[in-house]
């Protein structure tokens, strides 16, 4: 493990300049360079599991509730009948496992890149990878924009769960390159998914951190904008990633969809039946809450 | 700098095992023991001046806005009257210079242990230190628990803007002692506060955050309960703080207070008004929203 000095992993990259993450590393997994990227996965001293792609933290067992609970379920409790569901990337399994939890959902179908990435999580990481056997859940391995062409099914729900537009290229975070979710932000992908939403559809998708991706938010949200009626930016606290945040873009297709308050409502009580660490009404509600500096850019938008 | 290795300062305390946060350092601005803890200040390459206490961050300029705002106006947005404000701690100036901008407040006292921190800030962080050459403040140096019982004064705010109860010890951060701050976690300094705030009135107490410290937070939320009819606790989003969030005990000792709706409110134009980068009366409510998980810890303290 390249980043492992002394027993602890150091995440540095461009996309964060200046600042870096360390975990106390306990054991290492499986180490394996992929077709499309560098896959790690290592036991920490205190946050569980952590995965690890081309050097960036994609989850960590301590606090991926979070990130997974809030991607699917600001998007699902948006939608009055959330029957069919479409997950690109999420090749961990989580948010296949959340969105099974939904008693709406009838169909999950899911397009993830990297095999590599599903077999790992499947073998070493049960409470996330357990998302696969979900009998509703129909798999494939390929370029979710690519899929999106090529299928001819309609769906409630489309969770872009995607991994940075760009990667780190070496060991120190000083060089960049493209990683294998760059299509995942670009314009036309935002058009493709619209093709794909079934009436009144969807969009719920990984959108970077507002302390440190405000350029990259903005021109997604204005691209977002020529071509959905509503969209809005949410955001959610997740301790392991860069600046402990990270937000997600919320179109929908359905003029009246309004995110800041969910259709379907579910109290502590209601959380608690469906194992959910993180989620609730009241969370949901206030991710759309914005601090000054940011409502200013997104009202700002031209 | 002795956490400094090949340009980075690498923040690791046994108050948050196994992570480590690190900022990229550009020119060291300072660095003093002085009489209750080892001082250092820092220009760093992203986050503007940065101040470290006993190895911890107080505050990085990128974004003290949201620590600084929040344990302000949470408080005085949520009191009718916010004329007079006691601020114990806070020796870099950050609180007092969101106090000040408050329209109703018309005297602040402020009592910080540590002159070496104020003197500091005034001379190397301009930004933060101003709040010191606010005329309405009177500022005292020595502890915050014995200030309470000596001054004959009450308030209608009292904000506690402390350093973390324990410290590390060493530069690898395996051992801790107390720190400064340690009087001000403990329940007879919650007792002396209520004698002195006037009728109504309000307190605001940096608590931590509830991704590393939950049995801290809820003990004092426990002691708070049985001193104050309205206890709440809020928390607000900050990169550079141990999993990039902190949090806040706010307390009133009149039973209508209602915290989660502030009574003066502040939209997007009066927050730009008085020049806030983070607070409004959206991200106000918010705060109060709990992830499911600590939702639970909290209605389960008996």
Request: with cysteine; charged share 25%; aromatic share 10%.
């Given at each position: ?9 150091t ?19 499986h180490?394996?360079?992929?077709k499309?990227?560098h ?14 792609l ?11 509730c ?12 948006s ?14 399994g ?21 095999s590599?990435?599903i ?17 509703k ?8 924009a690519?899929?999106l ?17 760009v ?16 299509s ?13 939403l ?5 969009l ?9 991706h ?8 204005k ?11 949410a ?5 392991s ?9 919320l ?7 309004n ?12 959380a ?19 601090p ?11």
């Amino acid at each position: 493990m390249d980043q492992n000095l002394n027993g602890w992993f150091t995440e540095r990259s461009p996309m964060w300049p200046g600042q870096a993450f360390s975990l106390k590393v306990e054991k290492i997994l499986h180490e394996k360079q992929s077709k499309f990227q560098h896959i790690q996965l290592f036991e920490s001293a205190n946050f569980g599991k952590v995965m690890v792609l081309d050097g960036a933290i994609q989850f960590t067992e301590r606090d991926e509730c979070s990130y997974q609970e809030m991607i699917t379920f600001l998007a699902l409790n948006s939608h009055p009948s959330p029957k069919k569901v479409l997950i690109v990337g999420g090749g961990d399994g989580g948010v296949a496992r959340e969105v099974a939890k939904h008693p709406a959902v009838e169909k999950v179908v899911q397009c993830e890149i990297d095999s590599e990435v599903i077999e790992a999580c499947k073998t070493y990481v049960p409470s996330l990878g357990c998302g696969f056997s979900n009998p509703k859940l129909t798999l494939y391995t390929g370029d979710g924009a690519e899929f999106l062409e090529k299928t001819d099914e309609k769906f409630d729900v489309i969770i872009t769960d995607a991994s940075d537009p760009v990667v780190a290229d070496d060991d120190q975070g000083d060089k960049t390159k493209d990683g294998p979710a760059a299509s995942l932000f670009k314009e036309d992908y935002y058009a493709k998914m619209k093709d794909k939403l079934a009436d009144g559809g969807i969009l719920s998708c990984q959108c970077e951190s507002m302390w440190l991706h405000i350029k990259l938010i903005t021109s997604l949200v204005k691209t977002s904008r020529a071509i959905y009626p509503v969209v809005e930016y949410a955001y959610t606290c997740t301790p392991s990633y860069p600046s402990g945040q990270i937000g997600f873009l919320l179109c929908s297709k359905n003029e009246n969809t309004n995110f800041r308050e969910p259709v379907t409502v579910w109290d502590l009580e209601a959380a608690e039946k469906l194992n959910l660490k993180y989620y609730n009404s009241d969370i949901h509600r206030a991710a759309f809450a914005m601090p000054s500096f940011m409502r200013r850019e997104l009202d700002n938008i031209k």
